[in-house]
């Protein structure tokens, strides 16, 4: 590998980014010991204590592991990473594109979202429904501003992912509407379709009113599948 000299404020999270951009494109593969520790600062032109906290990160991020003789060992990602992972993805050389991870997360969103109206539906307290509804017609005055039906559709949808009880989803969904996945950066085109459909608004949160668990999914499933991209995927 070619010496790569970085700069020098944040020195611990770009020597984290290089590496993990390393594990992410192949050139460090999986089972493979992670260079030395003083190479690495040599090579990096960087101390030691930036290249530890490096490797720290690495660990939390379930890159890597501490073998039990002292190496530290790649992991294969796809097997131990999670979800805070995405945005290194897409920005790692070999690594999936922005537009297939923007599509990936869209297809999660939308099958989250389904599964989160059925369990609203089923789990909601009379408060939560009441919220529900009223968000839902403040989302009907919201139109047809795109960025507005934005805002108010990211607040309607976080009343019904509360409204299931499912803390898992509550989480992704924080990660999805917060921009640790790429959705948070979709263009308002491509989800002018969900976006308008104010009818399919009023008629989901009138499905989860009347505890109509699985009305409420297909019609979720249906609206948010509308913004996920029609072009074909890349395999890799």
Same mark, same amino acid.
């Given at each position: 590998m070619t010496q790569r000299h970085i700069r020098r404020e944040a020195v611990s999270d770009q020597v984290f980014a290089l590496l993990r951009d390393r594990i992410l494109g192949g050139a460090l593969p999986p089972g493979s010991a992670l260079t030395a520790e003083r190479d690495l600062a040599a090579e990096f032109g960087v101390n030691r204590h930036a290249v530890r906290e490096a490797v720290k990160r690495l660990q939390q991020a379930r890159l890597v592991e501490v073998s039990h003789g002292g190496r530290t060992l790649v992991l294969d990602w796809r097997h131990t990473a999670g979800l805070d992972l995405a945005v290194g993805i897409a920005a790692a050389d070999g690594g999936p594109s922005v537009q297939d991870l923007t599509r990936d997360a869209l297809e999660m969103r939308a099958c989250i979202g389904a599964d989160a109206a059925r369990l609203c539906a089923l789990r909601r307290s009379d408060s939560a429904a009441a919220r529900i509804v009223r968000a839902t017609d403040r989302y009907a005055r919201s139109g047809p501003d795109l960025v507005e039906l934005g805002a108010a559709d990211v607040d309607w949808w976080r !009343?019904?992912?509360?409204? /299931?009880?499912?803390?898992?989803? #509550? %989480?992704?969904?924080? /990660? %999805?509407? +917060?921009?640790?996945?790429?959705? *948070? =950066?979709?263009? =308002? =085109?491509? &989800?002018?379709?969900? @976006? #308008?459909?104010?009818?399919?608004?009023?008629? @989901? *949160?009138?499905?989860?009113? *009347?505890?109509?668990?699985?009305? *409420?999914?297909? !019609?979720? &499933?249906? !609206? %948010? +599948?509308? +913004?996920v991209p029609t072009t074909p995927k890349a395999v890799r």
């Amino acid at each position: 590998m070619t010496q790569r000299h970085i700069r020098r404020e944040a020195v611990s999270d770009q020597v984290f980014a290089l590496l993990r951009d390393r594990i992410l494109g192949g050139a460090l593969p999986p089972g493979s010991a992670l260079t030395a520790e003083r190479d690495l600062a040599a090579e990096f032109g960087v101390n030691r204590h930036a290249v530890r906290e490096a490797v720290k990160r690495l660990q939390q991020a379930r890159l890597v592991e501490v073998s039990h003789g002292g190496r530290t060992l790649v992991l294969d990602w796809r097997h131990t990473a999670g979800l805070d992972l995405a945005v290194g993805i897409a920005a790692a050389d070999g690594g999936p594109s922005v537009q297939d991870l923007t599509r990936d997360a869209l297809e999660m969103r939308a099958c989250i979202g389904a599964d989160a109206a059925r369990l609203c539906a089923l789990r909601r307290s009379d408060s939560a429904a009441a919220r529900i509804v009223r968000a839902t017609d403040r989302y009907a005055r919201s139109g047809p501003d795109l960025v507005e039906l934005g805002a108010a559709d990211v607040d309607w949808w976080r !009343l019904i992912v509360e409204g /299931s009880g499912n803390l898992a989803y #509550l %989480l992704a969904f924080n /990660s %999805l509407v +917060s921009g640790t996945l790429p959705v *948070a =950066d979709v263009p =308002d =085109d491509l &989800r002018t379709a969900e @976006l #308008l459909d104010v009818e399919a608004h009023l008629r @989901l *949160a009138a499905h989860i009113e *009347a505890r109509e668990a699985e009305p *409420a999914e297909r !019609l979720a &499933r249906e !609206l %948010l +599948s509308r +913004s996920v991209p029609t072009t074909p995927k890349a395999v890799r």
